[in-house]
Each structure stands twice: as structure tokens, then as C-alpha cells.
């Protein structure tokens, strides 16, 4: 009889596990859909990313690139933007200039830095202070430390650098050094060092004709976003049993957001660590003994929203002589400053950021 009531108790606690989770599973996807790789296609009108001496990854010289961001059908954003000789994203060209008494900046990071998934460009605007000065837009979409050295590195002797800029946002600090792999009409980010052949990565973007219709680039988007999962699959199923299981689990909701709020606590509790970033910078000072460096802390669309940094670094970045500007606190942030279902700014949050950091640099 005892055995009958634990069973059936049991049952019970199991079946209202299912209920829970069922309920919390169809809550989640209502209220709080995840907008995450896994339904984004990223879409390029050239390969865009290029590998040039000593691995600094920059975009190809003298182009017009169309990016398009579509989720689930839905494009959140289409902006056009023009690279320069060298392979940045500016309209003006980057020639060595050395004048006595002015600055010449240097802002190197991300696409928080290239500045384009709002539609213009913030760094070249920084021109328009009229400041004694010049600025380079040294941003590329998806680098962290490594690429910032390595971009810093092959630019040394090419321009004239008196101020060093890092504009970098949480995710930076632990982002591994990659370089681009075109093939056929995909981009993938490669993270092994030698032949391309030993590299098999998920592609991260497709690319597509310059004038596309939105029609088109729904369709394409359909198409590569399909490709993509079964490429996934395929990975997955050489791979060994946990990898499946993660892959199955990656549709629920409640499992991507426990692992989102996981991996934040893991940050949290290491208190920062962000030793390779730091080794980075020291090679940075190396290169650049006599300039003076800045790091800018954006904060990005998940900080904005609790209001706080999810690593604590001031002390870190300090005590290796660079100025450290928690640009979250000190600059005015609203959760309508970024796209709805992407972590990008949009152009409100761009001028934002474009304010802050001109304010702190040069008011």
C-alpha cells in the first residue's frame, strides 16, 4: 500500500513537472521569443571580410556592401556602407599624415565600432566636431583582442597614431581570434590556424546580389536558414551523444534562456577574468609604447536592461595604465536604442554612442 501511494505520488510530481515546464515552455516563446543565430540569416552583397598580413582580418578596399539581418522572415535591418583603400568603413581614405600638435585617434573594435547596423557610420562623423584631430574607424564586425592587436599591429607605420581608442562590449573580452573562409556564396569565421581544409565551420552569413528585392532576399533568407540548420545536423551527427542532446535542446526556450543566465552567472562569479584580453592589451602598449589608450565599455542590449555590467574589470584595465570609461553608467541608455529582435543599436543608439564617447574624448 505504502509502495502504491509513493508511486503515485510520484506520477503526480513528474505530470506536474511536464505541465510546468510545457506551460513555462509556450509562456517563453509567446512573451519572449529567442532571437538568436539559430533564426537569424545574416546577409552580405560581397564575402566582405578579408584576411590581410600578419592575420588582421579587415573588409575588402573599395566596396559598397549591402548587409541585411533577417529573423524569421522579418528584416530587421538593410543598411549599405562603403570601405576605403585599406579595407575599413569610411568614405575617406586612410593615407600616413603627421602634423605637430594634432591628434590622430585610432577606435578599434567590433561592429559596435564599425557603427553601420544603424545606417551611418558614427566614428568618421566624429570629424564634424571641427577638434584639431583626425579618426580612423578601425571596427569590424565579430573581433575581439587578438584581432584588435593584430589590426593595431599591421596599421603601425601606415597612419600616424597618437590616441588609441578601444570600444569594446562585454562579449569582447572572451571572443577567440578567428579568420573568414569564403566559399561558394557563404562567409563562415574559421577558428583554426593553418589550412582552410582542416576548418569545417557553421557558415555565419550568405551573400547577394547588390540591388535584391526584399522578395528576393525573403526567399534567399528561407533558403540559407535551411541550409544552415541541416549543416548544423550534419556536424551534429558525426559528433558524440551530448552534442545531439544540445542540439534538440537548443528549440526549447527555457533551455537557451538557463543557459543564457548560466554562462552570465559563470561570468560573474570569475569576477571578470579576462586574462587573454589583458595579455592582448599589453601587446597593444608594446607596439604603442608613447601613445595613450582609452578603453570605451559599451554596454550592450542585455546590460541596458538590468542596468549593470555582467563583468567587473575597472581594476583590471587600470592597473595596465589604460583609461577605463564605463560608458553604461556615465552616458544616458534606453532598451529603445537596439534593434527588437537583435542586440545591435540602432541609428538612435548609434548617435547615443557617438555622443558619449565625443563627450568623454573631446568636451
Known sequence: MRLKIIVQNGVLVTVSIVIAVVFGEICLRWFIPIYDYSDRCLLFSSPAFKLYSGGSVRYFPKVQIREVAVYADKIE????????????????????????????????????TAGVNGGTPWVPGL????INAEVYNFGVAGTGFEHFYRVLHDMKGRVAVTNIVLVVITDDFYRAYWHPIIMNDTISFCNESGDHKLCQPIPIASTIPYAASVADIREISRKKYKEIRARIRELNSSNNFRSKLESFLEESSIYFYSKVAYDRYKR?????????AVAWIRKIKDDYPSVSIQLIHLPQKYEVNTKKYYINIAEQVAVQGVSYFPALEKCNWSMDMFYTRDGHPNQRGYDNISECVAGYLFE
Do not use: L
Not at 88 to 100: A, G, N, R
Not at 127 to 130: G, M, T
Open 77 to 112: 535591418y538593410d543598411v549599405n556602407y562603403r570601405t576605403n583603400n585599406i579595407g575599413f568603413i569610411d568614405s575617406m581614405d586612410y593615407i600616413y599624415e603627421s602634423v605637430p600638435d594634432k591628434r590622430y585617434y585610432a577606435f578599434v573594435g567590433d561592429s559596435f
Open 127 to 130: 570629424r564634424a566636431n571641427k
Open 268 to 276: 560573474q562569479s570569475a569576477s571578470g577574468d579576462i586574462t587573454d
